[in-house]
């Protein structure tokens, strides 16, 4: 994660960004994700877990890098996900990082279309497998016992921005890892994987 931050800050001082290409805003969103699990060849899908995200993100403006309409943004959130089960549930709570090369268009002079892809990387802070025994929730860890707290996938978001400050948009992401934790005791045979489909928005300063 330090060589991300430090990656991150090297690009922005190589590109030389004056202010009027800097921007930046408060982000939120609804989560809804489902964790994918693979074992001895069977693979089952949780229902629909509903978390949320919030942080903040930075956006640049690359048309004297690239052409007019690219941007790159990146944000640092807060995002909640997990999965849902009959009796039971997984709360996956991450620091996570999103880095997107960015396309926007006017479709009037209020509203421009706009559309992103790029990876994300997180870290897993909270961790909990949550199941209902009678009136009782018995209460779980995950990280560092049945998952391993890095994260790493692909984000996608198509959206609009109204009156160059609010956004909103669908978001997509999916895990590229296997965020099982491998070892003599758990085996190698299991895997996870986290998808996640988003609505939300952005207020830009």
Do not use: C
């Not at 921007?23 to 001895?40: C, D, I, L, P």
């Not at 229902?47 to 640092?76: C, P, R």
């Not at 160059?164 to 992401?173: D, M």
Request: overall charge neutral; aromatic content about 14%; charged content about 15%.
């Amino acid at each position: 994660m330090k060589r991300i931050i430090l990656a991150l800050v090297a690009v922005v001082m190589a590109l030389n960004v004056s202010a009027q290409d800097l921007r930046w805003g408060a982000v939120g969103a609804v989560n809804f994700s489902w964790m994918r699990t693979k074992a001895a060849g069977v693979a089952i899908s949780s229902d629909s877990y509903v978390g949320f995200q919030a942080g903040a993100k930075a956006e640049i403006d690359l048309a004297d890098y690239l052409t007019d309409g690219f941007f790159a943004d990146g944000a640092l959130v807060y995002n909640l996900k997990g999965g849902s089960y009959s009796g039971s549930h997984t709360n996956l709570g991450y620091l996570q990082i999103p880095l997107n090369l960015g396309y926007r268009t006017p479709l009037s002079n209020d509203v421009s279309f706009i559309a992103g892809l790029g990876p994300y990387f997180g870290l897993g802070v909270l961790g909990k497998d949550v199941v209902k025994e009678g009136d009782t929730k018995v209460k779980t860890d995950v990280f560092g016992e049945s998952m391993q707290r890095f994260d790493f996938g692909l984000n996608y978001k198509l959206g609009v921005e109204m009156w160059n400050q609010w956004q909103f948009y669908l978001g997509f992401e999916h895990s590229l890892l296997n965020l099982a934790k491998t070892d003599a005791d758990l085996g190698s045979g299991v895997k996870y994987r986290l998808v996640n489909f988003y609505i939300g928005t952005s207020y830009m300063f």
